[in-house]
């Protein structure tokens, strides 16, 4: 966690930037689409963090090039075509190429739109050959990768490492962002409890005694009831809605009464382990953040429990390796977010629309904004 937190002030930047978006919203009343801006926002952090600039979306305020739009468009098709012999090999296949036209499908076209951006990326930085150290991103450190052999990596492997960040890395903090969210502004008591351990936030970190609306990182990490909101509302509502597979060993595996033999490929539904009543209790399929914090339903036992079976961002070797960024930039953006506005839901019957692609995203969630007054 160290180095992403050595990252605070390029996260800070980008915050900053969406606030001035924000502050207008809230001086006109006007409602948005949280869904939007908050990808805006984890797309515009991923692309400061790997290529040491902003991809534009929050300055401008929509999807620029329809970067965003693409990158989902090759989700739903990557997504549904992994379940057939050759998978995802058919996007580029010469029968797709004559036939997706034919029923006006851009199959290969999502692909290539984030293809070129990432190539043009690569070629452009190593053209410009190494950069001082302190001035390194992501990206720096791909192409000084070596493979097994120690010869340096293939243009494939670092389009794949690229891919990692831009493309997975900010879907799944988007919407992990409007999973905790959302509960919230539906649930009053508990979204002013919130609020009101981030007032106190400044004083209990020794910042001055005027409320700090942009609380760092160290202000917002060790809050009981916020960290109880980042782990339950990722709990029920997972970003990614199975994990990576693994194979089962050569001499086959027993598993709950069921054998599966070597040729077994094996994975897990997070939305289903995260509900499981044996680890989290008759009411798991509740949002309660309170059972994340001890004597208030749950004993320190039960916690440890829960944070062990706890499977949103994976286990073992098929850990999500950008869980600490997520994490951060969920807490930083929640934390701040609740304490700069006073947010309410614009349509309460219907807050969000969720949709399953590679992720599960929670789409359309309109709100309202109104600036916190200190006086």
């Known amino acids: 966690m160290s180095s992403v937190v050595s990252m605070e002030q390029e996260v800070q930047t980008v915050l900053g930037s969406l606030w001035e978006r924000f502050d207008m919203f ?6 948005i689409n949280l869904s939007l801006w908050a990808s805006y926002f984890t797309y515009d952090v991923v692309g400061t963090l790997c290529l040491s600039q902003t991809m534009g979306f929050v300055r401008e305020g929509k999807d620029v090039n329809g970067f965003i739009s693409n990158i989902h468009g090759a989700f739903y098709w990557v997504a549904n075509l992994g379940y057939l012999p050759g998978q995802s090999s058919w996007i580029a296949h010469p029968i797709t190429s004559f036939l997706a036209p034919l029923f006006k499908l851009r199959i290969a076209d999502y692909a290539r739109a984030f293809q070129r951006l990432s190539v043009d990326k690569v070629f452009s930085r190593m053209k410009e050959g190494p950069r001082e150290s302190e001035k390194q991103d992501m990206l720096d450190h791909f192409l000084a990768m070596k493979d097994p052999e120690g ?3 293939s243009i ?3 389009m794949a490492e690229i891919g990692n960040v831009l493309a997975a890395g900010a879907d799944t903090t988007s ?4 999973a905790v969210l959302g509960p919230l502004l539906r649930d009053s008591a508990r979204y002013r409890r919130l609020q009101a351990e981030l007032d106190e936030a400044p004083k209990s970190c020794g910042l001055a005694n005027e409320p700090v609306k942009n609380l760092p990182y160290a202000a917002l990490k060790d809050l009981p009831f916020l960290s109880a909101c980042i782990k339950e ?8 809605v199975y994990q990576l597979p693994r194979k089962a060993p050569p001499e086959g595996l027993h598993l709950e009464g069921y054998f599966l033999n070597s040729s077994t490929t094996i994975s897990m539904s997070p939305l289903a382990q995260n509900r499981c009543q044996s680890i989290f209790g008759d009411d798991a399929d509740e949002w309660k953040p309170e059972r994340w914090i001890h004597g208030e339903g749950s004993s320190e036992e039960q916690i440890k429990l829960m944070d062990k079976n706890l499977a949103t961002f994976g286990y073992g070797s098929r850990t999500c390796i950008g869980r600490n ?5 969920i807490c930083k953006f929640v934390g701040q977010f609740l304490t700069h506005y006073d947010v309410e839901l614009a349509n309460p019957e219907r807050p969000w629309a969720i949709e399953s692609l590679w992720f599960a995203e929670l789409g359309n969630m309109i709100i309202r904004l109104k600036k916190r007054r200190y006086d």
């Open 26 to 31: 809230a001086e006109t009343g006007e409602a």
């Open 151 to 153: 010869k340096p990596a």
């Open 156 to 158: 494939s492997a670092i």
């Open 175 to 178: 919407v992990a962002i409007k």
């Open 233 to 240: 509302g990722s709990r029920v509502h997972p970003s990614i």
């Open 325 to 329: 960024l997520a994490t951060f930039e």
